[in-house]
């Protein structure tokens, strides 16, 4: 495939199947590495610390945030190449742009479990969902800043999970911010896989996708952003699109 044609259409079809499967897929490089590396060397003076002192690194979680969609953060989020996965994944035009990354948790190495990694779906505030109508608002973005290995904190994903929340759901609507330790239990039997890779890297995932952090246990502090894509309209588990398909 030629260069013009990776950036208007970068999932093969394979891809978006395994997207219908597996609820997430990863998209490389939605910038080149540098501009990534560039964000994250922004990102540590926000925070205050140095990747070159150790010292300071005493917290488990530093949460920051994009400071407003400028200089590499802009590159990041106004992506052609995002733009053209989002579209085959959710459809073109249904999705809402956005002009940040999102909240970003800096996760360092080698300290105690901060008491957020449990079992969970992302939710919108004030969302309620139900089986007959499911009031799914947004995508999830996961954008690593830095290289992620297998010890580097990688957000966990249970495999194929989406649809075992779906069938947890009945006809009433119900909040889900209260069904953490069932989300939990009905997805156990599910693959796990972690979200790793380079800076610059995206793991798109679907609404009703369980997944959780994780203690680090490598030596580089693990710089990713959290970001709801916002669909409109709401997510159809008929619908023609990976998205549906990933309910079926």
């Known amino acids: 495939m030629d260069t013009v044609a990776a950036m208007s259409a970068p999932f093969s079809a394979a891809d978006l199947d395994a997207f219908a499967r597996d609820g997430f897929v990863k998209l490389p490089a939605i910038v080149p590495r540098e501009v990534a590396d560039a964000a994250r060397g922004i990102l540590w003076k926000m925070i205050g610390l140095s990747p070159d002192d150790p010292a300071g690194w005493t917290q488990t979680v530093v949460w920051t945030a994009d400071p407003g969609g400028f200089g590499p953060f802009g590159q990041m989020?106004?992506?052609?190449?995002?733009?053209?996965?989002?579209?085959?994944?959710?459809?073109?035009g249904r999705w809402n742009k956005r002009t940040t990354l999102g909240n970003i948790p800096v996760r360092f190495p080698k300290l105690p479990d901060a008491g957020d990694t449990g079992w969970h779906i992302d939710l919108n505030a004030g969302e309620e969902w139900s089986k007959i109508a499911v009031r799914s608002r947004s995508l999830l973005l996961l954008t690593l800043f830095s290289e992620v290995g297998p010890d580097d904190a990688p957000t966990r994903i249970r495999v194929g999970s989406q649809r075992d929340v779906l069938g947890l759901l009945g006809d009433e609507e119900v909040d889900l911010m209260a069904?953490?330790?069932?989300?939990?239990?009905?997805?156990?039997?599910?693959?796990v896989a972690y979200a790793t890779?380079?800076?610059?890297?995206?793991?798109?995932?679907?609404?009703?996708?369980?997944?959780?952090?994780?203690t680090h246990q490598g030596t580089r502090p693990r710089f990713m952003s959290q970001l709801p894509v916002v669909l409109d309209p709401r997510l159809d588990p008929a619908e023609d699109t990976p998205l549906g398909a990933a309910l079926r």
């Open 179 to 191: 069904y953490g330790a069932r989300l939990a239990e009905v997805s156990a039997d599910r693959e």
């Open 77 to 92: 989020m106004g992506s052609p190449r995002l733009a053209a996965g989002l579209d085959q994944i959710a459809g073109a």
């Open 197 to 214: 890779g380079e800076p610059g890297d995206v793991y798109i995932c679907h609404p009703l996708l369980v997944h959780a952090a994780q």
